[in-house]
Structures are given as C-alpha cells and as structure tokens.
C-alpha cells in the first residue's frame, strides 16, 4: 500500500465554525428565538451548548488539545444591541472574554457579525427588506469592531447571506427560516439590501482597523444538469448557479448584482473583498420541471447512488469542494480562500471520516495548484442547534447531549487532530479512520 503525506503549506489555519444563536443558549431577543417558540423548529435551542453560561472555556480547550489553531464564531447582535437606543457593554465584555480565551490558548479568531439572526426590535419592523437596515447594522458593526479589535482582525460580515433571503424569503429553498415568506422579488431585495450591508460593514471596518481582511462566508452550492445533453436542464443549471452562486460575490467585485431575471447596480460594493469565504457541503443535481414556477423551473435533488449523511440532508460529494475552487480562483483572482464551512451530519460517526479526508484531499489538490486556499474550519466543533431542524441533525466532532450538557468525542475528532497536528493528511491516517476510501485516495 502507497505510503504519503498530502501536507498544506506553513501558517495554513485549522479550526472549527459555530455561530452565537446555535451555541450560546438562552438567546431570547432575536428573530429565530421568536420563530422557535411559535412551533416553527423540531425543538428548541434552549440552553444550546451553554456558551453563555461559560462552556465556552471548555469547548475551547478541546478544539486547542486537539491540535487546531483558530477558530471561527459569530457574536450576537440582539445581545449587544437589545434595543435600538441601548447597548449591552456586559455582553461585549463576555464576547472580549470569549476572544482572550482563543488568544490565550493558541487560536487565531475569525468572527462573523451576523449569522442568520436579527434582533426582534430590526425583524419587528422591516428586517432587511429596506434600505433602513443598512445604516443600523453599520452602526452596530463600528461598535462591535471598535470593541472586539484588539483580538481579532479577521472578520466576517455576514454567513451565507443569499441562504438567508432563499430560505427566509423563497419558497423553493427550505422555506423554513424567518419570515417564512414566499416572494422572489422579495428575496432579491433582501439580498441587495444584504450586499449594501456588507459594503458599509466593510469600510467601517477597514477605518476603524486598517490591517483587517474582511469578507462574507459563501454557500458555494454545486449544481450538476441531470442530463448533460439537455439543454432545458443546462438552462435550469445556469439559473440556479446564477442566482446562488453568482448574485452576491459578483456584485461584490463589480457592483453589479445579477439575477437570473435581470442585474440591480450597487456601486458602492465594488471591491469589498478581502477574502474569498468558501462554504461547501454538498452537490445537487437539478432538472427542468414545469411545475416548480417559484424557481424558475427548476427542481434540485440528490444522485440516487449518492453517499448520504444520516438524514439525507447532504450528499458527500467531494469533487464539488474543487470544482468550487476552481471557479473561485478563475472568477476572482487573487482572492485568498477560506473554507469557512464544511461538514456533515451523523450521529454515529460513520460517514463523518471519510467526509473529512475526502474533502481535505479535494482542498490538498487546489492548493497543489497553487490557489490560494489558506485555511479550513469543520463545521462543527460540537452538536448544536440545526435551526429549523432542531436537534436532530448532529454536526459535531463531539456528540453533546442538551438535556445533561454531556460531550462525547467522536472518532472523527481524532482524525481532525491528527490533521491538524501533522498540517496534513497521511495514508496512515485514512486507514485507521476510513480505510474504506484508501484506494481512492492514495492509488496504487
Ligand atoms: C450554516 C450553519 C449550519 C450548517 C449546517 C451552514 O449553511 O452556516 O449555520 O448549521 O450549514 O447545515
């Protein structure tokens, strides 16, 4: 059997993602919080992993035991802006608390400031569906930055902010999120709005800290034709790479933003990248179908032969992970790239190793080509809570219980250390964790 190391360059960052409303608990002042108690989620956040309680300090002590060096979370803006005229200097002390904690044990922060929740006061009256919100969530990041800078200059403006307006606002997402409404032009609002956000989030930043990189965490969702010969299918294809893919990081890099039905012109987004965030899970094929008007005629789905995660949430596909690359160096040139998200769901274990190594060989392959890929956070350093889909999707390397606040480690938490520590993924590795896809990725 072949015997080899597929290392990553010095420096390269290791970690897990989390964001605030699906670990801290106790999150009360927001929109999902809302949403939650109204019967929409398979159960409730509740006490979540009890960050705020404090468990951070523990959590944080096995990501640094098991060799990694960052870690990306995201701070709650209900919490620090309860009400419109009122900030909580006792939140942002914990969250100064929360940083130093990375600092001291080794871990470089990345920190997003909005991860799918709007305080209610913000949802309460027009959310992101005005320009009204940009000032405000501006506002709200110069106080957060000025507060939080001396610990962290890798920021994060908003997560998957297009999942955001497809899943809140458009019924051919899961049309399971706030507000539950189903309205493109809506959802096309809501994401220029979005964009507007980010660029006047960008440049408070970069006054307030000058050596900051900024960015946005992307869902890169890749779409394969389920028949390459037709062309209804390869028009359905484009759509929907245009509208998920396209929309947000272009405008980002032109000022336009581009919709499967026409471009809106956001000038003043031009530039506001400093780094390419990179989310990817999984790939879906997508078919022409008449019947589906609210997405243009498009329906996605999964490859019947596909390798699927405990609830078939996702499909592991990890060639995606590299197409994705591929078109992220090719479409934005000297962008560095983060993978900012990538994981699976499973509660035994089972899929969750071979998801791992397959998908850091995909990035070894990018970075063998020189693309800028600088580092890779697993989602997730724990269980939490899946948003509408509650508890029972589980995400972490360690299992948790919510009731009794129980970790366990899972296998895979094992494997990811010894990635970290090594800075790379060896043939030993995969055939004490997954031998099953040894010939696969280290052929004879
Ligand atoms: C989101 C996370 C979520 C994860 C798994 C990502 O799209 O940013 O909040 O938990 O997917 O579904």
Redesign the pocket.
Known sequence: MPQATYHFPKGFLWGT?T?AH?VEGNNTNNNWHKWEQEGHTNGKSGLACDWWGGRWREDFDRAAETGQNAHRLSVEWSRIQPAPDRWDEDALEKYRAMLRGLKDRGLTAMVTLH??TDPLWLAEVHGWETEEVVPLFEKFVRKTVEALKEYCSLWCTL??PT?YAVNGYVDGGSGAFPPGQNNLRLALRVQANLIRGHAAAYRAIHQIQPEARVGF?H?YRSFAPQRAWSPLDRWVQRNFFTAVNLGFPFALASGIMKTPIGSIRIPEAKGTQDYFGF?Y?TREVVAFDLRKVNTLFGRNFFRKEADMSDNS??ANEPEGMYEGMKWVVRTFPNLPILVS?N?V?CADDHIRPRYIAQHIHQMWRAVNFNWPVKGYFH??LTD?F??D?GWT?R?GLWSLDPETQKRVKRPSADLFAEICRENGLSSAMVEKYCPEVFGELFPS
């Open positions: 993602a964001s699906q991860h799918f997560n998957e999942g965490a869902h989310n899970y949430f996702l998200e994981g769901e989602w997730s939490n899946e948003w889909l999707h995400f």
